[in-house]
């Protein structure tokens, strides 16, 4: 059972068993903290001190008198958090929604990022900055929830469902910056952790500062110490991946140039031996066979760059085709009303005499209405 009081008597034994009362108004317990678990206190308890103990009922045979033997001392100030906090923890554990196995990978090369946090605060802007910075041409969605006070647990879960539901995001991140136990509450809500572990998309938790954890923290699919350090972890630097790139082609280069290198060293060798000092034409053939794979692998890597080349081309022709005067140059025009410029998609918003300007694909037109036909 969890007992709150104040201590009273408060003794720290030669022995290293700590001995003291816990009291209010009414009543009082005596108890006993033993050397093994009080070594492991955060904490200095002292007379006057209010506390929550946590522990059992037992009896000094001695005396006969009841006496709370102690397993677990918390301040009183945030003791009824901390609780709550562990007792959750403990029961989601149980359930299996910390395990590994539940984690899934968060993607290297996310193109759309969802975020779940205040509109408002610093975390956000600084997602945001950090990751234009580092890849401008990720796409990020903010979806806007408070993140204090009442019903904010529903509103942080909800988004992360509608994220769900809209599928069209590649990992999200869910969080906010630091603040107390109680600011940072909502993350350590049932509701909020049952909906980060039935996401389908993967989660990446960034509460608070790097000494915050919440229980979001254990049940995400990655842990950021910060919302800053989140929107680092989720996207590689451009010109980082870009060097990677150039780095790997080095290396892939190197690396064949040292395979046909070694080859002709071999073939050298072999020509030189006594045993095939005279059969020249199986160097020749060795040798052709060289040359062979040398060519290989000049032709992949024109085919190789043919290939993008004509998906370029491609995509080329598509936004040619897309373009809107793509569409003027199949003969058909675009009227306008003038002079406010509007689009005309009904003749019934033209009368007589208003003038009209009709843009083809070469040049504009402009004229005045003499016959409006609605039908």
């Known amino acids: 059972m969890w007992v709150e009081g104040e201590i009273s008597n408060y003794l720290l034994h030669s022995s290293g068993h700590r001995y003291f009362s816990l009291k209010d108004e009414n009543a009082q317990i005596r108890c006993t903290l033993w050397k093994f678990r009080g070594d492991e206190l955060q904490f ?10 946590w522990g059992s009922i037992t009896v000094y045979e001695r005396n006969g008198q009841y006496q709370l033997d102690v397993i677990e001392l918390i301040p009183a100030g945030v003791g009824k958090l901390e609780i ?56 990020i969605i903010v979806s806007p929830v408070r993140v204090q006070g009442e019903g904010v647990a529903e509103e942080i879960a909800q988004a992360i469902r509608e994220f769900n539901e809209y599928k069209k995001i590649d990992v999200m991140i ?8 109680e600011d940072l509450w909502a993350f350590n809500e049932e509701l909020v952790a049952r909906a980060i572990y039935d996401s389908e998309i993967p989660v990446i938790s960034a509460v608070g500062h790097e000494i915050d954890f919440v229980i979001s923290d254990f049940v995400a699919d990655l842990r950021a110490p910060t919302p800053s350090a989140a929107a680092q972890l989720v996207v ?14 080095r290396k892939l280069s190197l690396s064949l140039l040292s395979v046909v290198e070694h080859s002709k060293q071999i073939l050298e060798t072999t020509k030189e031996s006594y045993g095939f000092r005279r059969p020249f034409d199986i ?29 370029l081309s491609l995509l080329q022709e598509k936004l040619k085709t897309l373009s809107p005067l793509s569409v003027l140059r199949r003969g058909y025009s675009v009227a306008r009303k003038l002079p406010e410029l509007r689009v005309i998609k009904d003749a019934g918003i033209l009368k007589k005499e208003d003038t009209i300007e009709v843009k083809v694909f070469k040049g504009r037109i402009e004229s005045k209405v003499e016959l409006i036909d609605l039908n």
Do not use: C, W
Request: no cysteine.
């Open 174 to 181: 869910v969080g906010r910056g630091g603040g107390s136990l």
């Open 283 to 311: 160097i020749t053939q060795r040798t052709q066979k060289v040359d062979e794979f040398d060519q290989q692998l000049v032709n992949r890597i024109k085919n190789y760059f043919e290939i993008k080349t004509n998906a």
């Open 44 to 53: 200095g308890p002292a007379d006057g001190m209010r506390v929550m103990a």
């Open 236 to 249: 590689l630097k451009r010109n980082e991946l870009l060097d990677q790139i150039k780095a790997s082609i």
């Open 84 to 139: 709550a906090f562990r007792k959750l923890k403990e029961k989601l554990f149980k359930e299996g929604l910390f395990d590994e196995e539940h984690k899934k990978p968060i993607p290297q090369f996310p193109e759309v990022i969802g975020v779940v946090t205040s509109p408002t605060g610093a975390a956000v802007r600084d997602i945001i900055r950090i990751i234009r910075s580092r890849f401008p041409s990720v796409k």
